[in-house]
């Protein structure tokens, strides 16, 4: 596939897999609109005042049908709206074309090159002379790393007149994203700098790229504001904890149609997404044996009755392999090689530095087969036996199935466009400086609400009365800042 | 597709849907071994002798991956194999095609019409001029169908020189079975007689299956022996449970992405079937509703907190349908019309009567929107709200995704390998009469035997004084055979 | 206590712990009619024509609260009753009291001696000189038992002159069941041939009784018709599974206090009994390790996540250990010794023997601390740890708690009333012989039905139509009589 | 009982129900030790250095077994203990009496007046001229509170001349409150202010204890050092959670033998408590209705499948009543009266206003029949139905079981010695000032770590590279402030 960006009749920019799909990807949006009440309670709310005309938002996120709501409901709010996708393997393709088609401008595609993830990322973020974005939508961050890592380079290339050097990393990755910068400032030596003065602010996703944006804070190298939508409850409560119970199984179902029940499933993690995976293979019949630094996290476990274990302890007895750490180097070689004939290796924490997959390829004689894109068999030379490895070790519940289901992504995305309005709305107030800060609880507590009427959940109210000896107002906030839920 | 038989360079019959295909269903293939070893441990206990030496079979049984291990299983055995599905929706088309270049004769493809569907059979049972076949696999008994009712049509055309009416019934697929054997008729007016009087028993898989049987047993139709696998233990309190707990969110997941948690879901029918897509539905947050017409069955539910009521009390509240009753009219057009928007509905029982597809096909202004195969959205006119149909009102485990799991099937199927055997070894003992059998409680322990190493489970072994204070063998068997596990 | 026989002011006769029990017996009575509907339905619909009129009843079953119920709808049907209790510490004494003081003659206390209890049991039996009993209700055999071997030594006696020989058996019980029969062949030679001449029949309620009569009824030395009500659906698929689910954490918490989340919990025997107990220490958040003789339920713990093993293989490791096979010699003093300190050795199974008692009493060195009635810690002079034993390796369920609540012994119970019922109406039409009969399917389907009211559930009824299709009447009986639930 | 303090030979005070009963408690004192691994390691390695030598310790708290185990890890590290329960049921009257008679100074026992539970709290705050308490374990605050208003009234008596007036109230506990201060002040009128200036500060157990200190902190009002041990993740998510998941059944079960499955219980409140209850009666088979005020919450009980409506809505249909709010007037007599015949209402809130028992009492006609101590029936003259109450609307776990079990208070009574260790500790260096904390990351962690090993969990361990990748030390603390578990 040529890297040739293409233009809609109206002129909108696109780079997707195949146009033709766009109308399912528009009858799935249709369906996931009805599944999707905060993101349609928000269009109701704010749609008619146009909140977002003028803005010029890039987003970086999973290009899902799910995401496909966000954008048209930003776009339905007036803003302008570029995309990419934050995972190579993660992009429905039917979205990307009902989008680009029909509401904004998608580089994105299921099956991206590292080579092409980063020209998405680019594209993303090149509004043209007219400059932008004004805000960005970031998952995992690789957007607001790019235009960070562009400023330092361009204030070097400034003092020393020094292009960044490709050959100074042996990250794979980071060496494209220095030669993307490397090629941007032999065209506009100013072009991260402008970038960074607009953005008024960037809302993040998620826990991977949340920590990102505190180290930055802690050094001071932050350069605009954020908001962390991770830690919103009704975000990092719920899609990390329900939507990966629905997603793990579906994508293991879907890799390799293989028993759970029965199975022995080690969860490396127990945070929110690992709790949610390991209810999930409990659930479906597996014994389930999590591993774990955090001692409050493993006295959890074992209060829900699963084994607290070391991978040492497991490797070779253990059917399916989780990551959900947010942590690399978690399954190595060594344990692979240790592993049952057809174990099932997968991650579902954001990034694929978690398991080995260099030392697997590079190990020699070892054999490649692929099943079915996402899904291979690796066999090791020394015992002909094999291990499955879904998504090539990236998340596998986009890789391999379609993400969390639209209904809990409603929640997060919903706390993702009442970030962008906060940012947008305060962008002159001085409200928010270069920092990072979490939503207030009555939003959290609003984005709930829009989501229990669907469910046919009835609130009870507090009298006055009652309200009083507890402290708080009668329609909320309910909760002190540091309570846990 | 024009209903041409095609032949492999071996010579072998086959129709499927691609034979290109026929890699990645070995692939596919060759992993199920793994996961299948009760199949494997046949394979290896019997295949040497070559029991089925000279024995030709013909089997109507969903044409998947799992069943593909099973053909195979019984060509290593000796036998000849001819093949067909039991379901329109239900082949695995990469499976169909592995097995149709290595194995046996294959008529099956994912999407046949009625028409198509009963050519299969037909073809299946069709051994040439040298006769046959001298058993039969069969899944919910339309083979076995095909030939009583063919042989009841000869008797009449012997006696009458009349042939079989078509128009003589309303029911659309049965026309289509007495245009099959009218056709028959006229090229050869003994042809099911014939076969008839060779074969030897058949093996039958399901509760609908079995069912037909007894009613023949029962009324002194039933024209050679039966084995009832769908009452070995490891069959009924394996596949039916498990394999249903584990494809029902499978089918609902990869069909409408819809998200389970939170929704409310409607269980028709609280047997094996029902057990095991309630206990699903619970696991993965749904509110579960069952409804059932067997007090035993309903108090089961409510031991389980599951609510049981009717339909009607509920028909407009919940989100997902599933019937798995093995009866029919369960859900009928007017419980669909006032369902709510978007409400699944969806069937996993053997027969495709449970919904009430004709009144929703025929009901005036109504729109079929088809968001993929098998998801169909059907739109009321009266409220312009729609329902979402999965696999056309057919099994959605098979419809929408791919059935069972290996695993679970590996159990059912390694007693349909049992019960071949002891057919085809007893063929001249005159052990089995024209009745209905189950298999001895010793061999259903042994198929769960065969299973338990892969799961890493270790038996206890009774001592010779335990084994005679309980009054049970030392090996087994170990229950009653009224014990209902 | 002496064993003197009181008598109430209107003459009954009775033995129980203390009469001052009675008012508080009698309020928890009535809590408990409240969750029995089918009992009391059964006083409604039978009431009225006072089928028990003159029927004589000696029950041998847990005197608790529900047994209370049970016994009072037998007499408001007609009967006179005489009752014992078939366990040494699952008396409650203000049953008792109420009952004696109410309703009918009652033997029985919390705690008594092998000698008491055997007493207790004779005296049930006794009905004077008018003789009786006309119809047994046994739990576990051992009233049947003794009429059996009575009438044996009588036949010796007859023969040879010989009394029985209590030292020529080494079971300490087996003794005093000699000795009695002994004492009563010098009052009366032919005791127990009235008795069983008079028996119209037995209704069994649990496992072991049942499996001692189907030994009998093998080696043709029933003397009277039986009905087999353990193997009710409603029995067995309901107290033995969802009783047990429901008393052993009661007994486990009332006995020790000990949490049982983050516990291993070994439970011994996967039968309906260890379903329910796995089902619970599962859910209450322990890690569960089932062991099994029999592959078939070894493959259903497997498929619900728990880990099946040897008591070997876990012995050192595990906290909680439970037994539930109706087998002799699970847990025996070596493993014992091998426990870790205050690990919980229990058995809900009916009879003493599944736990080493003898060997762990006639350990050298060993030390017994009793904390509370029932709860006994060991302590092994090797180590200097010990282990705590419930209930002196009787039913804990029982010894520790109340056993099963009242709804599910409402089922139960209710089989017993029909059986009662069933036996008493045929007495003299011949329809049951000297053998071991279950009830019809239609009864068991009653039973359920009278209890679902309580709980809110509606059912669904089958059309004409649909009860054609699947060939069953209307008003059922719905299943085939293979049918596992 | 007359309320006069007894002495020990060795001279201490105390006043418990049965000092015969010491010996039972210290046998189940010793069971509780294995159980509470955070304790006797707290012991290991304090103990040694005695640091609370000279500290006067005063507790109010559930004079429990496990309170007992943290009675005697304070005086195994040098404190004098003064004691009272919290609470008029929960003392367990063993605990109480080993208490007294080996180790610290107590009042309590169980089903004390509101006048006696007032009269033991001061004498436990009352060390005699030599002064103290030093410190203070509090559990709901009461203590805190009499301080508190004890100097609010010495100031107006300092000013004013004038007494309390217990009629100032309608409040029938604040009344004895008033009326204990008032006496106070006639015998030293700084009795309260010596008090205050002396105590270093509180540790303070529960939610509602927690709540007053914010709210005396936001007010300013606030006399001393608050450490919020409710809030350590180890306490609020465990005991909290799982204890109260172990104890509601317990209670029930206890109370009222009735059986859970099956049965509707609504749980009032989804908080950590709720979530506790609602996943025990879950478990347990009951259909599960939480009733909400905080959308966050309700939202949180649909993705477990559990209905959310309000209580008007299933006030006639449900069996069981379970209030967790921490809030009052939560279930009232209007809602009582309309409920079914036998219904089960209970609290397991802190304090007894979540049900309207004053309503009730005063209920004209109601009549209350007790069948056991703290289990209740109530008649109401309208219907002649009734409902009962548990523990007469107190906490029901420890009114009608033995609260939550030994090794979930483990880990809160490990945070609550640390806690003391560090108010003592720093009581000079000014690092506490009179505001409320937690305790740090680094202990929450610590007392997680102590649970472990009893469990047989293995902790992973970071590498130093690890690490550096997430930004935490490699022994912890491994979580951000703000991270929810």
Redesign the interface.
Known sequence: MALLVEKTTSGREYKVKDMSEAD?GR??IE??E??MPGLMASRSEFGPSQPFKGAKITGSLHMT?QTAVLIETLTSLGAEVRWCSCNIFSTQDHAAAAIARDSAAVFAWKGETLQEYWWCTERALDWGPGGGPDLIVDDGGDTTLLIHEGVKAEEIFEKTGQFPDPNSTDNAEFKIVLSIIKEGLKTDPKRYHKMKDRVVGVSEETTTGV?RL??MQANGSLLFPAINVN?S??K???DNL?GC??SL??GL??A?????????AVVAGYG?VGKGCAAAM???????IV?????????????????????E?VVS?ADIFVTTT????IIMLDHMKKMK??AIVCNIGHFDNEIDMLGLETHPGVKR?T??PQTD?WVFPETNTGI?ILAEGRLMNLGC??GH????MS?SFTNQVIAQLELWNEKTSGKYEKKVY?LPKHL???V??L??GK?????????K??AD???VPVE?P?????Y??
Do not use: W
């Not at 591993?291 to 991978?311: K, N, R």
């Not at 289901?405 to 809990?408: A, C, E, G, R, Y």
């Open positions: 399912f009858l799935e369906l996931a009805v599944e049908i920590k505190y180290q830690d409850v009704t990092s409560k719920f329900y119970r629905h199984p579906d179902m879907r390799t149609d293989v028993m759970i029940a029965g199975k022995v929110d409990k659930q479906a019949g597996a014994r389930v591993t774990e630094i955090d001692p409050i996290c493993a006295l959890q476990a074992t209060m829900e009755g699963l084994q607290v274990l070391t991978l302890d007895e947010g942590n690399k180097d004939n057809n087969i099943i079915k068999r499955i199935a379609t289901p639209s209904f809990v929640c979490v959290d507590e609003k709930a609400a989501h229990l469910l046919g959940a009835r609130l009870t109210k507090l009298s009365d009652q000896y507890i402290s909320g309910y909760k002190p800042f540091h846990r839920y």
